[in-house]
């Protein structure tokens, strides 16, 4: 599906710490399902400016869904890194052009749609679904494997 940013959401929300903790849960995962995530989660290293989930999503054929951050990210240090003037009170073309390379690479991974079939219960069951507080999610977490 190349959908690298419901990939970021769901490996960030395993990576937090009160599912973290749970070792003997983990220890019940299979090893192969271990190893997958282990290496899902090693492409999402934020090291080297994420370089790996860069080179994912460049070659990416559409369509795809990129993790935003990274484009968040470059469009911040572009802006901040760059003046909007030149010497001389001339407009700054080449900031102008690395940012629009930032949103044409944002346009061009919207312009294949998916092709999904609407499943209307599901559909209902993700937008009614309520996000835990981090206090509950530990509640929870040592509910599973007390200290």
Do not use: W
């Not at 559909?123 to 599973?144: A, Y």
């Amino acid at each position: 599906m190349k959908n690298y940013l419901t990939m970021m959401a769901v490996l960030s929300g395993l990576q937090h710490s009160s599912i973290m903790r749970l070792k003997k849960t983990y220890d019940k995962v299979d090893k192969k399902v271990m190893r997958s995530h282990n290496e899902l989660c090693d492409l999402i290293t934020p090291g080297k400016n994420f370089r790996d989930l860069r080179a994912l999503q460049d070659n990416a054929v559409p369509p795809s869904l990129p993790y935003i951050g990274i484009f968040m990210a470059d469009l911040t240090f572009i802006d901040t890194g760059n003046d909007n003037l030149l010497p001389g009170g001339l407009i700054n073309f080449s900031k102008c052009r690395l940012i629009y390379s930032q949103i044409r690479q944002i346009l061009a991974a919207q312009n294949t749609p998916y092709n999904f079939e609407v499943i209307l219960s599901l559909e209902e069951s993700l937008t009614k679904m309520h996000v835990l507080s981090p206090d509950i999610l530990g509640e929870m977490s040592l509910q599973r494997e007390p200290r």
